[in-house]
C-alpha cells in the first residue's frame, strides 16, 4: 500500500493550498483516510477525516477553513485549505485506515495503518 502527498508549499496568511494525495487502489475503495499534520517541536494532530460513504470529520481548529474530499476516478485524497494562518504550518501527512467506520475510530493516529511521506506547508504572517 502506498500513499504519496503533494501540492505542499509556501503561502501567505489568508492565502490557499490544495494537497494532494494518490493512494494506491488496492487500500482506497473501502478504506477511511485522513490528514494528519505535525510541526516542529510538537506532537502530531489531527486534521480531517473522510470515510468511503462521505462521511467528514474535522479537527476544531480547521473547521470552517479545510475540506477533505477524494476523487474515486484519480483515487485520490484532497485537502483543501482556505484562511490559512502561520499556525497551520507543519508537515502534512495522509493516511489510511483498514477500518470502514470513521465515526468508530475518529481521528485517531493509531488507528490509521498506511502513511505518506509528508508534505510541507509553511504559512507567512
Known amino acids: 500500500a502506498q500513499l504519496a502527498e503533494s501540492g505542499g508549499g509556501s503561502a501567505q496568511a489568508g492565502g490557499s493550498l490544495r494537497l494532494s494525495c494518490l493512494v494506491s487502489?488496492?487500500?482506497?475503495?473501502?478504506?477511511?483516510m485522513g490528514w494528519f499534520r505535525q510541526a516542529p517541536g510538537k506532537e502530531r494532530e489531527a486534521v480531517a477525516g473522510?470515510?468511503?460513504?462521505?462521511?467528514?470529520l474535522y479537527a476544531d481548529s480547521v473547521k470552517g477553513r479545510f475540506t477533505i474530499s477524494r476523487d474515486n476516478a484519480e483515487s485520490t485524497l484532497y485537502l483543501q485549505m482556505n484562511s490559512l494562518k502561520p499556525e497551520d504550518t507543519a508537515m502534512y501527512s495522509c493516511?489510511?485506515?483498514?477500518?470502514?467506520?470513521?465515526?468508530?475510530?475518529?481521528?485517531?493516529?493509531?488507528?490509521?495503518?498506511?502513511w505518506g511521506q509528508g508534505t510541507q506547508v509553511t504559512v507567512s504572517s
Open positions: 493516511a489510511a485506515s483498514r477500518s470502514r467506520w470513521l465515526l468508530l475510530i475518529g481521528l485517531r493516529a493509531s488507528e490509521y495503518d498506511y
Open positions: 487502489a488496492e487500500i482506497y475503495s473501502s478504506h477511511c
Open positions: 473522510l470515510s468511503s460513504d462521505g462521511r467528514t
